[in-house]
């Protein structure tokens, strides 16, 4: 008789933001995988629910995928649980998901927390159709790269990224995709939750040196209008039949207009 995998979306700050079925499904489990034992044990601590555990994280998810797809072809009922948030995002999980799906074990997904809808709806920003792309490279070549080919997205952006990386992130991200208005979310549902809007500029200006916690930045993306880009250059000259300097008249148009400073730039270089 084949066991069932529930993928559980836990909370990802506030213990508070868990639903009746999540207690109910890690209370009735014969096992819980979890990307990080000690904290979920606090979870489950918060909420009077005793269960066993497993460790399932990066580190042995390769080796653990099979041992626990045995358990649950034996019958063994199985949550998995990252620390925060739906599982397999981003965490680990998705070679479980994969292998259960492959071996034919029911996979059952427990819907909850999400740092990245969150993030998006708190931003401002345009959640029609959005894309997430996780976490940038640490190279800096390589997340470069990942930033030119979403340059002209026009779908909002949303990423992950660790607190330390942020500022050159965000440095990258206006030099590639241009000034362009964002949020950055951190601490998501915690008691020192914040929110910065603005465009990339005035967001690196307040930025905290010391910054910490968890962080989702939302970034706008790639203006819609076919001619946006010659709009702005043409803004940008009168900026400066006004006195304005062409760095700071491209900077200002690329802004209001949503089109990359630098192409702006350019265009009045190639154009004066």
Do not use: W
């Not at 910065?196 to 307040?206: D, N, Y």
Request: glycine share 8%.
């Amino acid at each position: 008789m084949s066991g069932r995998l529930y993928v559980c979306a836990t909370p990802i700050g506030n213990l508070e933001d868990v639903s009746l079925r999540l207690l109910r499904t890690l209370a009735e489990v014969d096992l819980v995988a979890a990307e990080d034992t000690r904290r979920t044990r606090k979870l489950l601590t918060a909420h009077g629910v005793q269960a066993q555990l497993v460790a399932y994280h990066q580190a042995n998810e390769h080796k653990q995928t099979a041992y626990l797809v045995a358990k649950m072809r034996g019958g063994a009922r199985l949550a998995l649980v990252s620390d925060g948030g739906m599982p397999a995002v981003s965490d680990p999980g998705y070679l479980l998901v994969q292998a259960c799906i492959t071996e034919g074990v029911p996979v059952e997904v427990i819907p909850g927390p999400s740092a990245v809808l969150s993030a998006l709806v708190l931003s401002g920003l345009p959640t029609a159709r959005f894309a997430f792309e996780g976490f940038l490279p640490k190279p800096k070549g390589e997340k470069e790269t990942r930033l030119r080919a979403v340059a002209d997205d026009d779908r909002t952006l949303v990423f992950f990224e660790a607190p330390g990386r942020v500022g050159a992130t965000l440095e990258a991200a206006r030099e590639i995709l241009g000034e362009r208005r964002m949020a950055l979310a951190r601490e998501l549902t915690k008691m020192h939750e914040e929110i910065l809007r603005g465009t990339i500029s005035e967001v690196l200006h307040r930025l905290d040196e010391d910054l910490r916690g968890e962080v989702v930045l939302v970034i706008e993306g790639a203006a819609r209008q076919a001619g946006s880009l010659q709009t702005a250059i043409d803004m940008a000259r009168g900026l400066i039949e006004d006195g304005m300097t062409k760095s700071k008249a491209a900077a200002r148009a690329a802004s209001t207009l949503g089109a990359p400073r630098r192409s702006v730039y350019q265009g009045l270089l190639e154009d004066p």
